[in-house]
């Protein structure tokens, strides 16, 4: 090969550049780590950089929140197909009968005239009528006795069998509990026939030493007949939620009480009743609602008593026989919704003091 003579310099042609390879260096030689190169058209000014940031931000969220809302529909979709058996049910058979019950109350009934819009006359009727008043009476006076009455013999029994354990406590609250799951009517009857001065037990009992039964069929002895008929059904369904609620309660309270010297009085009375105190006051709105409509027993044992229980015995006995007895459907509509704003307000009246004093202990 010639070399080129001593004394001159090569030349070199101006040759248009190559396109960078792959693995090239932004100069257009090759790397020297062997790794892709960075493209120098990505070496954007950083003003540009952050316009393209802001310009795809708002389509990346419009994105997402077509995605989050199609979620929430369908969800939306699938709680509505669960709800709307019940929903359906409940708007069937509880809030068409009881707009059409409210409606009817409104208007009244003759034989000159027909049907006419009387507004609240038909209220304003019962607030005045003797038979209404005697009969809420009645249930005001029962609810006094009865629902402190079943309300200590629950918490009684709830204590001594939380206290209390072993195989006999699960027969007890299953014997307890037992009073509850017989229908209403049977128990009256049964109730009945134990009250009968001529074939019942007490008759038999006493018979045995020449005397003669308590007529708690009477009008002496009526009120306290159906209080034992209402605490023996009722009581034991309260005491499982005070059973339940004790059982909730951590013992590590009772080891600490018993550290400081506590006895089980103490412990029952300062720890139990008031950390239960949420229970009680569940189960007094259950028994105050149940009580203000009092209903079933009298009815079933009216044809035993003797006429010492009226058709007007109770506000709900009156609102029956005035709609299925004597035909008065505007009437008794209203009677039924008055005894609802009675029942109203005494549970409102109730919550809102024991809301004040966060407990009524």
Partial sequence: MRRPPTGCRRTWRNTPKSKASPFSDVRGGPSSTGRPARDPSFDLPESRLTLMIEKSAPDTQDRTRGFRGK??????????????????????????????????????????????????DNYVKAFTDPSFLSGSWFVIRFSLVSIPLQIIIALAMALILDAVTSLFTRFSRLMIFLPYAIPTVIGAVMWGFLYSKSFGPLADLFGL??????????????????????????????????????????????EAARMDGAGKWQIALRIKIPLIAPALVLILVFSLIGTLQFFNEPQILRSLAAGTIGPDFTPNMYAYQQAFALANFNYGSAISFALGGIVFVGVYAFLFFTRKRRSFL
Avoid at 77 to 90: A, E, H, K, N, R
């Fill in 209 to 254: 030493f020449g005397a003669a039964p308590p007529d708690f069929l009477s009008s002496n002895l009526i009120f306290t007949g159906l209080v034992n008929v209402v605490t023996w059904q009722w009581a034991g369904y309260y005491m499982i939620i005070l059973y339940a609620a004790l059982q909730g309660i951590d013992p590590a309270l009772y």
């Fill in 71 to 120: 979620v929430r529909l369908r969800e939306h979709v699938m709680g509505w197909l669960f709800v709307g058996p019940f929903g359906i049910v409940f708007l069937a058979l509880l809030i068409a009968p009881l707009a059409y019950a409210l409606y009817l109350s409104l208007f009244q009934k003759r034989l000159i005239g027909g049907t006419s819009f009387v507004f609240l």
